[in-house]
């Protein structure tokens, strides 16, 4: 454990505990990860809570009654929106491979980034790190049946695990005075024999450590492992507060005005009847039927003349708001069915401020990203020691694609126009672009086009 000592620069031969301390370096989110859960579930918010919302204005006999309380699930709507947004398409490859070795590498690196299920993958993580701040993931290799799945006979197979705080463990990456990270660490919890031990994980250049704390921290036998990558295999992003941080007081004042506005219409949303002086007797019911009164005695229905435009105008403003400091965008059926067909200009400045916030964000995630493929190349190399040449000069740059609703006939138009009105692509990808990869519909056509080309119209075959 002197590596750790080094690197954290404390005394040689220091106890795990002064280790643990220093890897972690003051840092704890237990706190944000309550009150973020909290925010994410309606069921928890303030508004929820019987002795944060108490009974206004009540009667003393009503005053045990339970009060109107309406939850907004805006907190998830925010992280799902921006999710959707950063990776609802998956991120491209940018590559410019010179050779056939170069070419292998890339469909490498895309089978393994299938294998993981990059798509709902990155959606995980972009929740994890909007959600709670932080996530990341740890790569890995398991050894199973030979295959040849990467391009070359091996194995290994290559996986990666996801790192979220959603299941209350903690990341702490280290970094040295070059921000340049030096050794990654998490604590999660396990169940052992029905107890729950907690564990603390140390990935370093060389090494990887774990520890564990039944009753005081010790090393878990066979550990330090060597790091066969001779990297380290971790990936991590974070930022500085909750995607909703802006607006959660916004939110809290539109769940009260909403459930007020409840309490206001149980009161008067339905008629009263007034009566002055003395009910005689009811007559029939329905119509023709009515109340006798007695003589100088009056009804009437009370009325609510008091307009509530205030109220409305307050929670529009409100919602405008939200979706304005958070970058979120409307786009409910409700919201764009009066906009008619679109153009592709005007598809796009109504997702501009949604792209705008995907640029900003990208910010953390070009560089996460980034760091991954430097990772699988770094694994690539170790089991496949003659790619590593190719593997070195191959430059990849992931990019990210905001989703975006396309007007797929004006794309296909402008295409067509920069390309002199010439076939964009083949026959045969053009039928399984539409039926996927099933090219059986591909082959009738063209045996539908023989026949038809070998038709006789002068000498017709009649049966």
Same mark, same amino acid.
């Given at each position: ?17 002064k280790?643990?301390?220093a ?5 704890d ?8 859960k ?22 003393? %006999? @009503?005053?045990?009654? $339970?009060? +109107?309380?309406?939850?907004l699930?805006?907190?998830?709507? !925010?992280?799902? #929106? =921006? ?8 991120p ?5 491979p ?5 070419k ?14 990059e798509?709902?993958f ?17 790569w890995?290799?398991?050894?199973g ?23 209350s463990s903690?990341?702490?990456?280290? %970094? @040295?005075?070059f921000? $340049?990270? +030096?050794?990654f660490?998490?604590?999660y919890?396990k169940? !052992?024999?029905? #107890? =729950? ?9 060389n090494?990887?450590?774990l520890f ?9 036998d066979?550990?330090?492992k ?32 909403v ?7 149980d009161?008067?949303?339905?008629p ?20 006798e009164l007695?003589e100088?005695?009056?009804?009437e229905?009370?009325?609510w ?30 919201e ?21 916030k995907?640029?900003?964000k990208r ?5 996460y990203?980034?760091r991954r493929?430097?990772i ?8 496949n ?5 190719a ?22 138009e ?9 076939p ?12 996927g990869q ?5 082959e009738k ?9 070998n ?5 017709p075959v009649t049966?």
């Open positions: 454990m002197n590596e750790l000592c080094k690197l954290l620069k404390i005394p040689e031969g220091s106890k795990i505990q280790i643990i301390d890897l972690k370096q003051d840092k989110k237990t706190k944000i990860i309550e009150k973020a909290k925010e994410l579930d309606p069921k928890q918010h303030d508004i929820m809570n019987p002795i944060l919302r108490r009974p206004k204005n009540k009667d003393e %006999k @009503d005053k045990n009654k $339970d009060v +109107i309380s309406i939850a699930a805006y907190q998830k709507w !925010i992280v799902r #929106k =921006e999710k959707a947004m950063i990776f609802g398409n998956q491209i490859l940018r590559a410019n010179n050779d056939e070795t170069e292998a590498v890339l469909k490498a690196i895309e089978r393994i980034l299938h294998d993981i299920k798509p709902s990155n959606r995980k993580l972009a929740e994890s790190i909007g959600s709670f701040t932080e996530g990341g993931e740890l890995y290799l398991k050894e049946e030979e295959h040849d799945s990467y391009g070359f006979k091996t194995k290994m197979k290559i996986k990666a695990m996801l790192l979220s705080l959603k299941n903690q990341l702490y990456p280290c %970094k @040295d005075d921000d $340049d990270m +030096i050794c660490s998490r604590n919890i169940k !052992i024999e029905g #107890k =729950e031990v907690e564990y603390f994980e140390v990935y370093t250049q090494f990887t450590y564990e704390n039944f009753k005081e921290w010790e090393l878990v066979g550990y330090p060597k790091q066969v990558l001779e990297k380290i295999p971790a990936v991590f992003g974070e930022q500085e507060n909750v995607s909703w941080y802006d607006v959660q007081d916004l939110i809290e004042r539109i769940e009260v005005l459930s007020d506005h409840g309490e206001v219409n009161r008067n949303a339905y009263i009847l007034k009566v002055i002086g003395k009910l005689k007797n009811y007559l029939n019911k329905g119509p023709g039927g009515g109340v007695t100088g005695s009056d009804l229905y009370l009325t003349n008091q307009a509530t435009d205030s109220i409305k105008l307050e929670i529009d403003n409100l919602v405008k708001n939200i979706q304005l400091f958070s970058q979120t965008p409307n786009i409910s059926f409700d764009v069915k009066s906009l008619g067909a679109l153009s592709g200009t005007a598809l796009k400045m109504l997702f501009l401020d949604a792209h705008l995907v640029m900003e910010e953390i995630y070009d560089e990203l980034q493929i430097n699988i190349k770094r694994i690539l190399a170790t089991l020691p003659a790619w590593k040449s593997i070195d000069n191959l430059v990849i740059e992931p990019e990210i694609v905001p989703f975006m609703v396309e007007n797929e006939k004006e794309q296909v402008i295409a067509l126009l920069k390309n002199g009105n010439k964009l692509e083949s026959h045969e990808k053009s039928v399984k672009n539409w039926q099933d090219t059986e519909d591909y056509i063209k045996q539908e086009e023989k026949e038809l080309n038709v006789d119209y002068f000498n049966e």
